[in-house]
């Protein structure tokens, strides 16, 4: 791999506010844990009991927002990309802008209705029961119109990576777990409304957020001389079919990939509290390294779907490939730290023994897994900046249909942590060599304002 290329700037300047907005989002939660944690002792444990389900089902609604950023980003970036070379689209773009908001609108409504109405069936679902279940359904009803915001916003961000803004949304995220950190603390302790106090904190932060990108979007549906028409701030159905479509075949990915990931929990559940743990501390370490990865495929993301726009297709070919070079050197280098660490970084998470030996037994796996996981983003980053979700649906899909019956298989065999990862791995290779088949075959490049 060449040490430098003429890419690596931009891909910088586009990944490293991406990581930053990334690494804060989750914070809410996190901020939340911390402080429920120190309720007076005889509260404390039921308190993050109850906001555990609540996380839960949260984190899981939060993946309609996720669908709809990388949907809007891919639009938006060919957009950009074609208005840049001759300005025809220009028009177009800011109207996008407006929609991304009505897009985010409705998919934060239908979040809070799910959080509000069903949370109740979803925390008994998950197992809760009496007064722990009754505190989780009390959070997402306080919190729900915040989850509202929160989508929102991350349909808001779709557009602004796509116009290559990435440090606005930054900022606007870092605003808003300012206020929530700041909040919690009063609310939970000063006024003494202990997990209520929490959810409060949560609502205002994200609600602070969303208000902010509301503006910061409303700005942008205006033209350069601040003017703008009542009809381009409009719902326009066949912009929001175009974004929706590409949103749709992203749910099912996304809905594919949870999927496994959840058979691969519930198997590794049932292989004993031990392997259990183990599975838990390699799959928070893969969520970690997979922000950066994440990261950079949303600067892939923007270049390609960029490039494209602007029909210069040999510039999203050599962009693409450095991207993937650089996503697997980096998926490649970690892997290589994890092994040589393994006794030590094992040691940072647990002193029990037994959970470090099936951390040990697992860790070969994990660590197989990273350079092919690192080209799975990459390949994914490039085929959303294309508009090419049709694909990535099917692929995922039958990546699915290959690691699930893995993981089951390992259940029944009495595999253990060892199966869990077998099965893991063999999504992530399915996955790759879906995608890797579809990137190299170069069929997703196609070019012009849409795709």
Sequence with gaps: MPLRSPYDREIARLALPAL???????SYLLVDTAM????????????????????????TLAGLGVVAAYATTAAVARLAGASG????????????????????L???????????????????????????????????????PGLAFALLSMAAQGWLRGTGDLRSPLVIVLIGNAVNLVLNPLLIFSLDLGLDGSAIATLVGQTTMGLLFVRLLWRG???????????????????LRRIGTTGAFLLVRSGALLLTFAVASAVAARAGDPSLAAHQIGWQLFLFIALVLDALAIAGQVLIGRALGAERTDDAFAASARMVLLTVAFGTAVAVVLL??????????TDDAAVRERAHAMWPLLCLMLPLAAAVFAFDGVLIGAGDARFLALAMTGAAVVGVPVL????????GIVGVWAGINAVILARAVGTGWRYRGRGWARTGAWR
């Design 408 to 415: 089951l298989l390992a259940q029944n065999a009495g595999w």
């Design 85 to 104: 070379s001759d300005g025809r689209h220009a028009d177009d773009l800011r109207r996008i802008a407006a929609q991304s908001l009505w897009l985010g």
């Design 340 to 349: 040589v660490g393994q006794d030590p970084i094992v040691g940072l998470f």
């Design 36 to 59: 429920v944690g120190h309720i007076d002792a005889a509260r404390a444990g039921q308190a993050l009991a109850s906001l555990a389900l609540a996380s839960s089902v949260l984190a």
């Design 106 to 144: 409705a998919l934060g409504a239908v979040g809070a209705l799910i959080a509000a109405a069903a949370g109740p069936l979803w925390v008994e679902a998950l197992g809760g029961r009496g007064a722990t279940a009754d505190g989780a359904v009390r959070y997402l009803r306080i919190a729900a």
């Design 221 to 239: 549906s205006a033209d350069p001389a601040g003017t703008t028409s009542a009809t381009r701030r409009r719902p326009s159905l066949a912009l």
């Design 20 to 26: 930053g907005t990334l690494a804060a989002e989750p």
